[in-house]
């Protein structure tokens, strides 16, 4: 397992961070801690530039997690001035992030509003999608209202942390069949919608609904004879 300290976890709202750099290779770049989320749950790695003492900016284009664990952050061109040792400033590009986390939090949502398991998902800037393993169709003048309504109640969102042995007891808590609950270093933490939504996930969320913002439902597809796929969009550019 990599030893970066993902600062995001602590808080999703942090913009920025002072990093050193512990390893450099055609991989990417490994740093003691960071604020960029790497690619996983559907959720995309996070952007930005890194600023290096002497003012030099290089584009951080995505970032992901190795087979080992380790945390990697892409360079969109090899930077010989990242080696180890150097301490870096790193910034995310916070609007593409806040947008990630806004749709991420509605998803949730449409979980909570779709009692069937889910077979799939992912997001982007500009919309996300879940499949849902159900063989009937769905009312999506409804959904579509009861979603708003949902974001419109603003209801807080927070965690919870419980055991790897509690996460096993207790994997009713797991919707998606095709994501495994993040175990593995001990603890799970679990993403709480107040009153409305309950699962183990380790992406990044808004701190209420509200601020999720305009959404609409785009198409709701028939995908296979027990999967359909609901589209959200955001309402604004």
Not at 40 to 60: E, N, R, Y
């Amino acid at each position: 397992m990599g030893s970066t300290r993902e600062l995001f976890r602590e808080n999703a709202y942090l913009r920025e961070c002072p990093a050193t750099i512990v390893a450099a290779t055609g991989e990417g770049i490994e740093l003691d801690q960071t604020v960029f989320y790497a690619e996983g749950g559907g959720q995309p790695g996070d952007s930005g530039h890194c600023t290096l003492p002497d003012g030099t900016t290089v584009a951080i284009v995505s970032t992901v997690r190795a087979a080992d664990g380790r945390l990697l952050h892409l360079t969109e061109t090899p930077a010989p001035a990242l080696v180890p040792g150097v301490t870096v400033k790193l910034q995310l590009d916070w609007e593409r992030r806040h947008r990630h986390m806004r749709m991420h939090t509605c998803l949730h949502l449409l979980c909570a509003l779709i009692p069937a398991p889910v077979t799939g998902g992912a997001l982007s800037r500009d919309k996300g999608r879940l499949d849902f393993d159900l063989d009937q169709g769905l009312d999506k003048e409804a959904l579509e209202a009861a979603l708003q309504r949902l974001i419109a109640e603003d209801h807080p969102v927070g965690e919870q942390w419980i055991t790897d042995e509690d996460m096993r007891s207790r994997m009713d808590l797991v919707r998606t069949l095709a994501v495994a609950p993040p175990m593995g270093a001990g603890r799970v933490r679990l993403v709480e919608i107040d009153a409305v939504d309950l699962q183990p996930c380790g992406g990044t969320h808004v701190a209420r609904t509200g601020e999720i913002g305009g959404v609409r439902l785009g198409k709701i597809e028939n995908k296979g004879k027990h999967n359909r796929r609901v589209n959200v969009l955001f309402t604004e550019d």
